[in-house]
């Protein structure tokens, strides 16, 4: 499975970005798709996940300015981000989870990472 991330860049403060990721397999053989990130220095943090069957949980720095939302007919997932601050500056990473039959553990696929740059 391979994941393609984009729509990253240079934006100002209060600004919004949205971020896209597609797969190249179909959603219905995954149990959650979401989104992660980077800053330099630190450690990855996850910003928004959705569990099918579940809903979605997002991190606690980003709840009320971002939204995930998925369209699963196109095997996509996007990260609608409002009001952008400076601490946003990060590479976000999609993510997704396999669980097949059969298996014992999930499976984890990662994107390539799209940086995300939020001037003051």
């Known amino acids: 499975v391979q994941l393609q991330a984009s729509g990253g860049g240079l934006v100002q403060a209060g600004g919004s970005l949205r971020l896209s990721c597609v797969a190249s397999?179909?959603?219905?053989?995954?149990?959650?798709v979401g989104w992660f990130r980077q800053a330099p220095g630190k450690q990855r943090e996850l910003v928004a996940t959705?569990?099918?069957?579940?809903?979605?949980d997002y991190g606690s720095s980003v709840k009320g300015r971002f939204t995930l939302s998925l369209d699963v007919a196109k095997n996509r997932w996007y990260l609608q981000m409002t009001s952008l601050k400076p601490e946003d500056t990060a590479v976000y990473y999609c993510?997704?989870?396999?669980?097949?039959?059969?298996?014992?553990?999930?499976?984890?696929?990662w994107g390539q990472g799209t940086q995300v740059t939020v001037s003051s």
């Open positions: 397999a179909s959603m219905h053989s995954f149990n959650a």
């Open positions: 959705s569990t099918f069957g579940r809903g979605t």
């Open positions: 993510y997704a989870d396999q669980l097949l039959s059969g298996d014992l553990a999930p499976r984890h696929f």
